[in-house]
């Protein structure tokens, strides 16, 4: 689930996406749509989470390639300053 609620909102409008505040954008494929949605969701949860979008991104995707699957909820922006602490 992303910012459409589903990606059923993205496809009746023809791949366009938003981010909020911003204009309006093509994305392209389906695939992209997701993508573009998923990446801008972590971005806005972190805003409401107080962290610094670019920071948390790169420390995420740093610790991603090494991270147990079975722990990846511990990279949500909500949890992720007791991760990155200790």
């Known amino acids: 689930m992303g910012i ?3 990606s059923e909102m993205g496809d009746k409008m ?10 309006w954008f093509l994305v392209g494929t389906r695939l992209a749509d997701q993508r573009a949605t998923a990446i ?5 949860s972190a805003k409401l989470n107080g962290l610094d979008p670019y920071e948390y991104l790169r420390d995420v995707l740093t610790r991603l ?3 147990k699957a079975s722990r990846i909820a511990e990279l ?3 949890k992720w300053a007791g991760v990155r602490q200790g």
Do not use: R
């Open 65 to 67: 390639p090494t991270h």
């Open 40 to 44: 801008m969701s972590l971005i806005q």
């Open 76 to 78: 949500l922006p909500h």
């Open 14 to 23: 023809g791949g366009l996406a938003a981010y909020p505040g911003q204009h």
């Open 4 to 6: 459409f609620g589903s």
